[in-house]
Every structure is written in C-alpha cells, then in structure tokens.
Nanobody, 121 residues
C-alpha cells in the first residue's frame, strides 16, 4: 500500500504565495508520474501540474507562469510553489502518484486526502 501525505494549504490573500508538499511512502519501487490536481466547489477535478515519465512537466494553462512544480526523487516528494494567487485558485488540492509497488507488475494510481487552499481578502 502507498500513502500520499499533503501539507501546506491554508488561507492567503490575493497576490500571495503558498507552497504545497506531498510525500509518498510505502512499498514503492518507482513512481511513473506525480503531481497535483484541484477541485473547486461545484466543479470537476482538474490537472494543475505534474511530472510524467521521463521527467517532463505539464501545467494547466490557468497556472502557467505562476505555479512551479518540483520534486526530490530520493524522498518521493513533490512540491507546488504557488505565486500570484488569485481567488479562482481556491480549491482542494490533491496530490496523485502513479506507482509501481513491490510485488506488483502494473502501475496503480494513488491520491492524497487533499489540502484546502483559500485565496481571499
């Protein structure tokens, strides 16, 4: 089993910054992809940013130039630096990872419990 633990959410004023962290633990052999989605009230969950196989990154158009995803492979950890936050960034942010576990031959997707980000004055 794999666990994803997120931290770093909170309340911030428009124009402010937050940094989210997500650490994966368990019987992990490798992580094929890892990143962040978000879900605002009444809306579908959407991609924010993620690393995919080979190390390349994808960002939602709505966060390009403001958010930066980074990782520490040795710690199975990803970070999301969020700058110039806007009220429309308010959502629950979920970490996700596509993992190859010990004893398995296929990849599985795991999700964290989510962390609330609220941008408001």
């Amino acid at each position: 089993q794999v666990q994803l633990v997120e931290s770093g959410g909170g309340l911030v004023q428009p124009g402010g910054s937050l940094r989210l962290s997500c650490a994966a633990s368990g019987s992990i052999l490798s992580i094929n992809a890892m990143g962040w989605y978000r879900q605002a009230p009444g809306k579908q969950r959407e991609l924010v940013a993620h690393f995919i196989s080979g190390g390349s990154t994808n960002y939602s158009d709505s966060v390009k130039g403001r958010f930066t995803i980074s990782r520490v492979n040795a710690r199975n950890t990803v970070y999301l630096q969020m700058n110039s936050l806007k009220p429309e960034d308010t959502a629950v942010y979920y970490c996700t990872a596509r993992v190859l576990e010990s004893g398995r031959s296929h990849l599985l997707d795991y999700w964290g419990q989510g962390t609330q980000v609220t941008v408001s004055s």
